[in-house]
């Protein structure tokens, strides 16, 4: 028995030190890049190891005052809209989309579901040389609404969580508004919609985050420095200024993190249908 | 079918036959007057369509171009890419029009058997409320529709299309486009500038599927077992850990980790003042340790998401197996690897599947780390990139639009048989239904 009970402690033991790797691993680059943009200097090169040799708010002002050569307000602006435009947009389309295909039996549907999924097995970016041309054509390089055209309208292909939560709510809610006389445009708006709040909500941070964090259509669209979003902007920032670097990531995670944090719950549902960060 | 078009020819009133020739004759003949001019609009369009541009582009499809642009005698020559997607266009129209002229034959057909059984016919207005109610899903998704054709269908029947051409490096306008069959593929694997880059990188590539999803999901894995214990108080304030990595966009992690292992990053600052040379950890010549730090910040990024949908499928487990297990003298590896790793690879099977096509096409990883190197050996590419960081450099920074769109279809052929060949197994597609 006293045999067991040490064996119990021990492994206690080895458990809290594991969480505290773990942790720590987890924790530490964090860590590192917040003091970093607290750093006095700029450069990567005059810290002491990990970590600045003093601390100062100095870059926050910087990053916000001194917008000759990195516009930082401008892009984070130009994200800002991005992403809340395509996430409106795009948030619209999917559940539109994710409704229909749970609740309608059509023809087409067995076929579209299949053909979204064939789709979707393309390499992401494969489109990419058609979809620079396609933007050339309708004169739209430069812009911020190509971007959020394109973000918007590719959103619909990622109907699957959604559809599966649709699919969850009873059909017989259904019949019975339909026994009363209600249109399908009528159950749609005042049955469906308010049961989907959480997947609503869901949809509405994916389609967020996912502009809010995109750096290749960016990079590929917006030739222009000043209409760069943050992601492309960081990106051209070099060792030098790696102060700068740090201040304008903790200021556009920020938002995200708290996000996260507020509906993990959400989250884990759908990373469950299998998303996939990357 | 066929007994339908003879039904059909042997019992429609020669309005209705007329349909098949001027689209709306029907809908005239049975008094639907607003409804017979949208089909004859729709015919009178289409044709002056076709004489206006469509034959030339469908023409232009095939051609791609036979005028080559001359600047000295002013001639402006073919842009074979522009006729390409234009005669793409042409078919997409074409076939739009081939639904409204069945669905106008249908339409006159039903309205003259509502005729000959005195039924009443349907107004326009009635069809317009039938789209708010009966007829609801095609309007609510013909905008969706209509958006994926144009930015996820169009472009890539075009990619595909130029998989068949020499679009590219010196072939672009002015110069004229060609198709080719299958010579971009045969490049590929034969002895060219391609294919030993090609050979070599697929084989990391497969190789870094492989291991990133194995050590991902076992440590991910490993991490929920951890949390779960009983032992463990306060677990909220662990795992919030993990969810901060989880949270923060990919691309500043990446950074940020390019940063540290830059040549004058923190880990060489402290190198150097332990007495020691600074190394390249993502230099030119570090094969092995940049593809190890790959490895590791990959774990960095997905460990949490795999962690908390393991958290999920834990606590579905049934725990009586487990006290049986314990009575039978099962030791805790035993349980875990008879009891927890059979019954979690089940229920994760779509994710992981996920995992490992999101982790071969991973673009970011080596994107951000050692972004645009090239390499001796390799063609416009480095010893750390995968297919997909390949394709990116052959189609976007260097205009090799023909194999970027060979190489594309290669990754999809890969990926999709690697996933039907799961995914069909997989209960989860083949019981769709269970919950309605």
Known sequence: MKQKNGFKMLDTGVTYVLLIAVAFIFFFPCLWIILASLSKSGSIYSFDGFFPRSYSLATFKKLFTDTTMYNYPKWFLNTLMVATGSCILGTFLTILTAYTMSRFEFKARKPMMKITMVLGMFPSFMGMTAVYLLMTQFGLINHLWGLILIYAAGAPMGYLTQKGFFDTIPKAIDEAAKIDGATNLQIFTKINLPLAKPMIVYTALTSFTWPWSDFILPKLLLKEKNLYTVAVGLMSLDETEFARFAAGSVFIALPIVVLYFCLVRNMVNGIAAGAVKG | ?436
Request: charged share 15%; glycine share 8%.
């Open chain 2, 1 to 436: 079918m066929k007994q339908t078009v003879q039904t059909f020819m042997k019992t429609a009133t020669v309005p209705v036959k007329m349909s098949l020739l001027l689209m709306g004759a029907g809908h005239f003949r049975y008094g639907s007057i607003s409804k017979g001019l949208l089909y004859l609009f729709v015919e009178l369009s289409m044709i002056y369509y076709l004489v206006q541009r469509g034959f030339n582009d469908i023409r232009g499809f095939f051609t791609l171009g036979t005028q080559r642009a001359d600047a000295w005698a002013g001639i402006e020559g073919d842009n074979s890419v522009v006729m390409m997607l234009m005669g793409i266009f042409a078919f997409i129209v074409i076939a739009v029009f081939a639904f409204f002229y069945v669905q106008n034959i249908k339409g006159a057909y039903a309205m003259q058997k509502r005729a000959e059984n005195n039924l009443p016919q349907k107004t326009l207005r009635q069809d317009l409320a039938d789209l708010l109610d009966q007829k609801f899903y095609v309007l609510v998704l013909a905008l969706p529709l209509i958006g994926v054709c144009v930015f996820n269908v169009l472009p890539i029947i075009f990619m595909i299309l130029i998989a068949f051409t020499n679009y590219g490096g010196n072939i672009v306008p002015p110069e004229l486009v060609d198709w080719v069959g299958v010579d971009n593929f045969r490049k590929l694997m034969v002895l060219s500038k391609f294919g030993p880059t090609f050979l070599k990188i697929l084989g990391w590539n497969l190789l870094w599927a492989l291991l990133s999803t194995t050590i991902n999901y076992f440590a991910g894995l490993g991490l929920a077992l951890l949390l779960n214990k009983e032992c463990v108080k306060g677990k909220a304030i662990w795992r919030a850990f993990p969810i901060l990595a989880y949270a923060i966009p990919g691309f500043i992690t990446l950074l940020a980790f390019k940063f540290m292992f830059s040549y004058g990053g923190p880990i060489n600052q402290m190198i150097i003042s332990n007495g020691g040379t600074p190394f390249g950890f993502l230099g030119i010549d570090a094969k092995w340790s940049a593809r190890l730090i790959g490895l590791l910040v990959n774990c960095w990024i997905s460990v949490p998401s795999i962690m908390l949908l393991a958290t999920g499928h834990l606590s579905n487990r049934d725990m009586s197996l487990y006290e049986a297990a314990k009575i039978d003298g099962a030791g805790r590896f035993a349980q875990f690897r008879k009891l927890t790793v059979p019954f979690m690879l089940f229920a994760t099977m779509p994710v992981l599947l996920g995992q490992f096509i999101g982790n071969f096409n991973n673009f970011g990883i080596f994107y951000f780390l050692r972004g645009g190197m090239y390499m001796d050996g390799y063609f416009l590419a480095s010893d750390t990139d995968l297919l997909i960081n390949w394709l990116y450099n052959l189609s976007i920074d260097n205009n090799y639009y023909c194999i970027g769109a060979a190489i594309s279809l290669v990754i999809f052929l890969i990926t999709s048989v690697i996933s039907l060949t799961v995914y069909v197994k997989s209960p989860s597609y083949r019981e769709e239904d269970t919950f309605q």
